[in-house]
């Protein structure tokens, strides 16, 4: 299956990724450091956040999390980080996987 991947410029310094379902109507957030430039590439593209994946616990990669968290979104973090982390619907280790608009992925740890 082909994703679309969007680059959003967060902040100064920074970037969010959002992963678009081969759909066009749902989005995989990869870190989200400000939720003004992210809601608005969402909402530009009518696009609903069903899940939030957190790459580490930095302020630059979490301060939006709550913002963007829907009802149905699940919020994806580090089992070792998750108590400096926003509140996770699954923590994950290095070598489990897990399902992203119905395609395995792998963790891994860098």
């Keep these: 299956m ?3 991947i969007l680059t959003i410029p967060c902040r ?5 990724f959002v992963i ?3 759909d ?11 939720a003004g430039p992210i ?4 909402d530009g593209r009518g696009l609903e956040v ?3 994946l957190i790459t580490h616990h930095h302020s630059d990669h979490v301060d939006a999390v709550d913002h963007l968290r829907g009802p149905s979104t699940r919020v994806v973090g580090a ?4 108590h400096r982390l926003p509140m996770l619907d699954l923590s994950v280790a290095p070598g489990e996987t897990l399902q992203i608009f119905g395609e395995t992925v792998q963790v891994i740890d860098v």
């Design 20 to 22: 678009v379902s081969a």
């Design 24 to 34: 066009g109507k749902n989005a995989a957030i990869v870190d989200a450091p400000d």
């Design 12 to 16: 100064t310094d920074n970037y969010a």
């Design 50 to 52: 069903t899940d939030i």
């Design 2 to 4: 082909t994703f679309e």
């Design 39 to 42: 809601s608005a590439a969402l």
């Design 79 to 82: 089992k070792a980080d998750a």
